[in-house]
């Protein structure tokens, strides 16, 4: 089962940084876009950022200018570097990965197990 694995969750004040990490392994021919989704119990999970695999970003209003999305391809893995951070930003942070297992199948949607992180005000 091929199941992305993040990292890097915890507990920080407001005002302080974390970095999450999301290796994806396995049989994988290629990865396309992966990102970071994060949900807070009793609403919908909701995009924080997202990179292709050309390096194309997108982001959050919410998290423009605080949090920074990179990639290592060659290593599968995906990071979520977050700075000035808020009570708001407080969630489940789940990681994304669109992945290929063969040169001819089709890209599936894969997801992480999720990861807390609590920003402390």
């Known amino acids: 089962q091929l199941r992305p694995v993040e990292s890097g969750g915890g507990l920080v004040q407001s005002g302080g940084s974390l970095r999450l990490s999301c290796t994806a392994s396995?049989?994988?021919?290629?990865?396309?876009?992966m990102g970071w989704y994060r949900q807070v119990p009793g609403k919908q999970r909701e995009l924080v950022a997202a990179i292709t695999s050309g390096g194309s970003t997108n982001y959050a209003d919410s998290v423009k200018g605080r949090f920074t999305i990179s990639r290592d391809n060659a290593k599968n893995t995906v990071y979520l570097q977050m700075n000035s951070l808020k009570p708001e930003d407080t969630a489940v942070y789940y990681c994304s990965a669109e992945i290929r297992r063969m040169r001819y199948d089709s890209n599936f949607h894969y997801w992480g197990q999720g990861t807390q992180v609590t920003v402390s005000s």
């Open positions: 396995g049989s994988i021919f290629s990865i396309n876009a």
